[in-house]
């Protein structure tokens, strides 16, 4: 492969279909249990962060499997990318405080963080391969490993437990 990203090419391929695959679980997941999902007032904007993290990955390594880009073209991408996976979920998250207000600090928190932690990265990712720095690139790479962290976890919210 040749371009920028030539060197994590396999990287973004193993992704591309980690977050394809994560996402169809996802799907899945939120068919199975619709009825239950729609019952608690937080899991829908829950589930729909999950899917907006794992398409911000899926275009962010598909854009890094688009050959000859320059580096600063593909920061540009990774940037738009890593925008959508922060800022989506943390607008979801607002839309839901005036029906969420018993919920403690500590579940705004942690959700606040899950939002941060997997796509700020992704955004300093960006902003660093637009500078010319290809450090930015393992920015990237901790982003989309931390987005499938988040949303295998909550993943299993949605398909177990769920059901307790």
Do not use: H
Not at 80 to 106: E, F, K, N, W, Y
Not at 117 to 127: D, K, R
Request: charged share 10%.
């Amino acid at each position: 492969m040749e371009g920028a990203a030539g060197g994590w090419a396999n990287f973004f391929v193993a992704e591309v279909g980690a977050a394809a695959a994560l996402s169809g679980l996802i799907i899945v997941a939120i068919s199975i249990n619709l009825q239950r999902i729609l019952a608690f007032p937080q899991l829908p904007g829950r589930a729909a962060e999950m899917l907006i993290m794992l398409v911000g990955a899926l275009m962010a390594c598909s854009f890094g499997l688009m050959p000859d880009q320059p580096l600063k073209v593909l920061g540009g991408e990774v940037f738009g990318a890593g925008l959508l996976m922060t800022v989506s979920p943390l607008v979801i998250q607002a839309r839901q405080i005036p029906v969420m207000r018993s919920q403690p600090l500590t579940w705004w928190v942690w959700r606040f963080l899950i939002a941060l932690c997997a796509g700020l990265p992704v955004v300093i990712g960006g902003l660093t391969l637009i500078a010319g720095g290809s450090s930015g690139f393992y920015w990237l790479a901790a982003g989309i490993m931390l987005t499938f962290a988040a949303t295998v976890w909550n993943a299993w919210v949605l398909l177990v437990e769920i059901l307790r």
